[in-house]
């Protein structure tokens, strides 16, 4: 069976940590073997859609911040370019936002 994207994304992820070019907005960490966010921040997973398993980090957030969910721009969705991924906090589970949908 054929290698699915996410398969070859996590591939190239290990590669890129690996190497010290980890694509993590934390950076690579020399004491840890998987990229990751860092105890000292609070990070949500974002959850399907296009921008799905993706971290958000949200310390520092307040809790209104928090509640309004987010709509980072991405070229992945519906609209293209210029689009963006709506993502809200999933009740209970507030470390995990489910997408929503997309709008231009």
């Known amino acids: 069976?054929?290698?699915?994207?996410?398969?070859?994304?996590?591939?190239?992820?290990r590669r890129r940590?690996?190497?010290g070019t980890a694509r993590s907005h934390q950076g690579p960490r020399p004491d840890h073997?998987?990229?990751g966010p860092r105890p000292?921040?609070?990070?949500?997973?974002?959850?399907?859609?296009?921008?799905?398993?993706?971290?958000?980090?949200?310390t520092g957030w307040t809790q209104d911040e928090v509640d309004t969910g987010v709509a980072p721009a991405t070229?992945?969705?519906q609209f293209g370019a210029g689009g963006?991924?709506?993502?809200?906090?999933r009740p209970g589970e507030p470390d995990r936002w489910d997408w929503t949908g997309d709008t231009a």
Request: hydrophobic share 40%.
């Open 33 to 35: 073997d998987h990229p």
């Open 17 to 19: 940590a690996a190497a």
């Open 75 to 77: 070229e992945l969705g």
């Open 40 to 58: 000292d921040r609070r990070c949500a997973e974002l959850v399907d859609g296009t921008l799905g398993g993706l971290l958000l980090d949200i």
């Open 84 to 89: 963006r991924a709506l993502y809200d906090p």
């Open 1 to 13: 069976m054929a290698a699915s994207w996410l398969d070859r994304r996590r591939s190239d992820d």
